[in-house]
C-alpha cells in the first residue's frame, strides 16, 4: 500500500476514535475539570472564585461555558479539535514547503502518542493555550502583529505558564518577519501585557500579592523533586520510545541549527525546567512533546520515525514498565500517595483500556443523589433549568 494512504487512513482511524471517545467520555477523569466549570458557574452568580491556585481565566471560561450550556461531548470535541488545529497550524509555521501528505505525516506521529492523544480527549485546559500560541505564531509569518498580540494575549490567559513559550518563540522567529530590531521588544511587551490582563481579578483578590504565582507545588524535597522529573519525563515518552529519542538527541546536535530548530529547542528546555519545578501531570509536558515529535518527523528516516510510532501505538494496548510503584491508598477516590518504589520488568494495561477504566473517576468529585451530580454522571449540559 502507498505510505501516504496508509498514513491517511491512520490519520482518519485515530480522528474518528478520537471524536467516539469524547462522545463517550463524559466529563473526564481530571479532578481540575469541575472546579474550572465551578468558576464559570460562580461567575454567572455574581462571585469570583479561581479553579485552582493561580487560576486560568480564559480556560476556565471556555470549558465552563460550553460544559454548562452544550455538555460534556460539545467540550471534548472543541478540546480534541483544537489540539489538532493547534499541532496542523504550529508544524504550518516550521515549513517552507506546505503539503497535506506533510501534515498527515506529522499529526499521526502526535496522536500516536498516548499522552498527547488521550489527555486531549476530556475538559482540561492543555491544547487551550497551545492553540492560540499557535496562532500567533502563525499571524507572525504573516506579518500581522497585531493578531499576534491578541492570540498570545488569549494563550497566556488561558495558561499563564506558556508565558516563557511566547518570549522564546518571538526572540528566535526568524528577522524577515519584523518590520526593524524593535519590533520583537514591541509584541513581547504587549502581549505580556494583554496575557495580565486576563490575571487582574485574581491578582486583586489575593490582596495584590504573588503568592498565586508559585502555589501548587507537590511537597518534598530536591532529590525528591528531580526523581519526579526524571521519571515522569521518561514516562512520558516512554521507556522504550526514550531510546529512539536518545537518538534523535544526536542526531540534533549534529545538525546546523536555524531559527526554526532555536524556537523549538528553547521551548523544549523552558519546559523541562518548568516541569523540574512543578513535576506533577505528564501533560504539563506536552509543549515539549510537540516539538520533540516535529524534531522526529524532519530528522529520523522513515524506518526509525515508523517504529516509534509502531511503539506509540502499542502503548495504547500494553506499556512496558520498569518501576512499580505501591501506593498508600488503594482506593480510587483516595488521594494518590507514592509509598514505596521498587525496580521490576512488567506488561501492564495500556492508556487505551485506562482511559477507558477512569471515565468512573469524575464520581470522585460530586454528591451522585444531586441533580447536578446526575448530570455531570450522564454528561450533560450543567445549566439549571
Known amino acids: 500500500m502507498n505510505i501516504n494512504i496508509s498514513n491517511k487512513f491512520i490519520f482518519f482511524t485515530c480522528l474518528i476514535l478520537g471524536i467516539y471517545l469524547c462522545i463517550i467520555g463524559g466529563y473526564g477523569s481530571d479532578e481540575d475539570t469541575l472546579p474550572m466549570i465551578g468558576t464559570f458557574v460562580n461567575f454567572l452568580d455574581g462571585n469570583f472564585m479561581t479553579s485552582r491556585f493561580t487560576g486560568y481565566p480564559v480556560s476556565e471560561f471556555i470549558i465552563g461555558f460550553f460544559s454548562y450550556y452544550f455538555g460534556s461531548t460539545a467540550i471534548n470535541l472543541i478540546i480534541f479539535i483544537s489540539f489538532i488545529i493547534g499541532s496542523a497550524l504550529f508544524f504550518i509555521c516550521l515549513e517552507n514547503k506546505i503539503g497535506l501528505n506533510n501534515i498527515i505525516k506529522f499529526l499521526i506521529l502526535i496522536l500516536s502518542s498516548p499522552i498527547l492523544f488521550f489527555d486531549n480527549l476530556e475538559p482540561v485546559d492543555y491544547s487551550i493555550p497551545f492553540i492560540f500560541l499557535s496562532l500567533g505564531f502563525f499571524s507572525i509569518t504573516k506579518k500581522r502583529t497585531e493578531l499576534a498580540v491578541i492570540f498570545f494575549g488569549i494563550s497566556i490567559g488561558a495558561r499563564i505558564n506558556f508565558v516563557p513559550f511566547i518570549i522564546a518563540l ?87 541549527i536555524n531559527s526554526n530548530y532555536k524556537i523549538l529547542i528553547s521551548i523544549i528546555i523552558l519546559n523541562l525546567l518548568i516541569f523540574l519545578y512543578i513535576p506533577a501531570e505528564l501533560s504539563y509536558l506536552q509543549p515539549m512533546l510537540v516539538c520533540v515529535y516535529y524534531l522526529a518527523y524532519k530528522i529520523l528516516n522513515n524506518k526509525y520515525f515508523y517504529t516509534l510510532l509502531i511503539i506509540n501505538f502499542f502503548t495504547w494496548f500494553l506499556t512496558f514498565q520498569v518501576i512499580e510503584i505501591q501506593y498508600k491508598y488503594k482506593n480510587k477516590c483516595d488521594p494518590i500517595v507514592a509509598e514505596k518504589v521498587k525496580f521490576e520488568l512488567q506488561l501492564t494495561k495500556g492508556y487505551f483500556f485506562k482511559f477507558l477504566q477512569k471515565r468512573n473517576m469524575i464520581s470522585c468529585w460530586i454528591d451522585p443523589n444531586t441533580s447536578y451530580g446526575q448530570k455531570v454522571l450522564r454528561g450533560e449540559a450543567l445549566k439549571k433549568k
Open 170 to 256: 518571538i526572540i528566535f522567529s526568524d528577522k524577515k518577519y519584523f518590520n526593524d530590531q524593535y519590533s520583537k521588544a514591541f509584541l513581547i511587551l504587549t502581549s505580556l501585557f494583554a496575557g495580565a490582563l486576563f490575571y487582574l481579578p485574581v491578582w486583586i483578590h489575593s490582596g495584590l500579592g504573588f503568592d498565586w504565582l508559585t502555589a501548587g507545588r507537590p511537597e518534598g524535597g530536591l532529590l525528591e523533586y528531580f526523581a519526579r522529573f526524571s521519571y515522569k519525563t521518561i514516562l512520558t515518552f516512554g521507556f522504550l520510545q526514550s531510546i529512539i529519542i536518545f537518538y534523535l538527541v544526536k542526531k540534533i546536535l549534529e545538525k546546523k
